[in-house]
Nanobody, 122 residues
Framework: QVQLVESGGGLVQAGGSLRLSCVAS????????MGWFRQAPGKEREFVAA????????YYADSVKGRFTISRDNAKNTVYLQMTSLKPEDTAVYYC???????????????WGQGTQVTVSS
């Protein structure tokens, strides 16, 4: 399994931007599809975005499409989530995950980070 560490969360005003980063340990990063999920207080964890191993394919939840961008740098073992036009409903703990396939399903991701808090104020 790969170990994942997220960073970049924080407090931002509505309409602002943040970039989350997730660094993976080991030399097998390029063999994993990567995903971002989030969990708001009192809600179940939900899919945000995913990217294929090569970075050639990306997938987004409808709620973030057009505002968030997932990308990866295999040379740096890092996946990013660029978030723009943030809304209060984007407030959540954001988790990075690694798996075999870039899908919206949590079950397809076997390794998870500890999460980073994103708070969007109105």
């Amino acid at each position: 399994q790969v170990q994942l560490v997220e960073s970049g969360g924080g407090l931002v005003q509505a309409g602002g931007s943040l970039r989350l980063s997730c660094v993976a340990s080991g030399r097998t990063f390029r063999s994993y599809a990567m995903g971002w999920f989030r969990q708001a207080p009192g809600k179940e964890r939900e899919f945000v975005a995913a990217i294929s191993r090569s970075g050639g394919s990306t997938y987004y939840a409808d709620s973030v499409k057009g505002r968030f961008t997932i990308s990866r740098d295999n040379a740096k073992n890092t996946v990013y989530l660029q978030m723009t036009s943030l809304k209060p409903e984007d407030t959540a703990v954001y988790y990075c995950a690694a798996g075999a396939l870039a899908t919206p399903r949590e079950a397809d991701f076997g390794s998870w980070g500890q999460g980073t808090q994103v708070t969007v104020s109105s």
